[in-house]
């Protein structure tokens, strides 16, 4: 999708005279590559329109940037669009908060519901989990054990057929248990959808969630729109989380879902394990489904970014697959060299609002410092490695002693660096001009 989008600027900023046509021309091929990456139609409509209202002609003909202007334009109308105008219901801290999870058989809920309830666990929350799924075989065996794995209570029955039932007796259970996060699994079974709804809407009655999370895989294309629909028809979904974002889901949907649910999308899922669950953030996520997340986005942040003498080598580099640490350190210094950091804020690729939320600018900006004075400790060919794994515990303490830090912010920053690392090793392969003129990437 990037590519083509990219290709139709591309083509629009080399036209002499932007006329109505070329604009139009334009829109329409950026319009087929929306819908290729699963964008619903009535969206793409939508935002075509808005396009136009937004830019305006006689601003491009005047010898402006005329892709820049397009691009950001559709970059704003997207980020719109996925921003239903309210945040979702946040649980708050030892005060009970019942939660609710529901999408189709298949969709992630039980996986889902695990990550979310070790997440906040990670955050201090005291959750709990309850497997309202008394449909297939096995449901409460699957949540049993990631519940185990994770150390979160739970609770269900093998013997109880009664869905209604299981969540009022859980949800009671760990009230008294003082949980603050009570995390209700439902079923997303039966053939007949319409008895799946009544399930869901008789389980919301009666364990009255403050948050309903409608999940769903991402790999669905373009029913997504109708499916978020019927739920919301059925319970009032007041949040959306993605799955399988870590497929060929091109991404597309979760547009369609924030639209017919009018909640805000607040996690992905990307991956089966655990942690393979982020914040979802729309700006990134704009990027990635305009393929910016890819070369000509990625290599004009980093031209942003990093001086220009170091870009050659930097490139040969990632192209070689070695995102070191010293080339995480040297990027973390370039970003401190930049100035006032709410200014870069998001700048280089990969990092996000996760690590640098916004209004929290002095505290990144000492998380960064901190990194890096632990990277002091490192010794070169730790530094130089790209290899995660060379760290066993007797390095990180090292580093932790060397640096006056723990070992848990050791594992940390190595975490961050694996996180990046996953999200720079797309240059890997990348072929770059002899010239070294980056902008024909
Ligand atoms: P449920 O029927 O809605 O409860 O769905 P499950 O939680 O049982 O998940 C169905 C399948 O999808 C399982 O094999 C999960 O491991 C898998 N799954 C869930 N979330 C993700 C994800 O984010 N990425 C990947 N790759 N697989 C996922
Ligand atoms: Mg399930």
């Known amino acids: 999708l990037g590519g083509r989008i990219t290709r139709a600027l591309q083509q629009m900023a080399n036209v002499t005279i932007i006329d109505e046509k070329a604009l139009n021309e334009c829109l329409n091929e950026i319009t087929r590559a929306l819908l290729q990456s699963d964008v619903s139609f009535p969206l793409v409509k939508e935002m075509q329109t808005n396009i ?58 039980t996986t889902t519901c695990t990550k979310y309830a070790y ?101 669905i294309g373009q029913a997504a729109f109708d499916q978020a629909q019927a739920f919301k028809q059925s319970v ?100 401190l060299n930049m100035g006032p950091l709410n200014q870069v804020f998001s700048m280089l690729p990969g990092i996000s609002a996760e690590m640098m939320p916004k209004g929290h600018e002095k505290e990144s900006q000492a998380k960064i410092k901190r990194y890096m004075t632990m990277m002091d400790s490192m010794t070169n060919d730790e530094l130089d490695s790209s290899n995660p794994k060379v760290f066993n515990e007797s390095r990180m303490m090292r580093i932790a002693r060397g640096s006056g830090r723990i070992v848990r912010e050791v594992m940390e920053m190595l975490e961050e660096y694996k996180r990046l690392a996953k999200i720079w090793s797309k240059m890997k392969g990348l072929k770059i001009p002899k010239n070294g003129d980056m902008s024909a990437l």
């Open 52 to 109: 136009k209202k937004i830019v305006n002609l006689e601003d491009l003909a005047a010898g402006h940037n005329k892709r820049r202007i397009i691009e950001q334009a559709i970059f704003s109308e997207l980020c719109k669009m996925l921003d239903p105008g309210k945040p979702a219901f946040a649980p708050k801290k030892a005060k009970p908060s019942i939660v609710m999870f529901v999408g189709l058989q298949g969709a992630g809920k």
């Open 236 to 335: 009032a979904v007041g949040a959306v989380i993605i799955t399988k974002m870590d497929g060929h889901a091109k991404g597309g949907g979760a547009l369609s879902a924030v639209a017919a649910t009018k909640s805000p999308v607040i996690f992905i899922g990307t991956g089966e394990h655990m942690d393979e669950f982020e914040v979802f953030d729309v700006k990134p996520f704009v990027s990635r489904l305009l393929g910016m997340g890819d070369w000509s986005g990625f290599v004009d942040k980093l031209q942003e970014v990093v001086p220009k003498d170091q870009q050659p080598e930097l490139l040969e580099k990632l192209s070689q697959g070695n995102f070191t640490l010293r080339i995480m350190y040297d990027q973390f210094q370039n970003i």
């Open 119 to 219: 997440y906040h666990q990670k955050k201090g929350y005291k959750p709990a989990l309850v497997c309202a799924d008394t449909f297939r075989a096995g449901a409460f065996d699957q949540l049993k054990q990631n519940a185990t794995k994770a150390k979160i209570p739970f609770y269900g029955s093998y013997t109880e057929s009664d869905p209604v039932k299981i969540a009022v007796e859980g949800v009671d259970r760990f009230k008294k248990e003082s949980c603050d996060l009570i995390i209700v699994d439902t079923s997303g079974r039966h053939k007949q959808e319409a008895s799946l709804f009544e399930e869901m809407r008789q389980v919301a009655e009666a364990t009255k969630p403050d948050l309903v999370i409608f999940v769903m895989d991402s790999s």
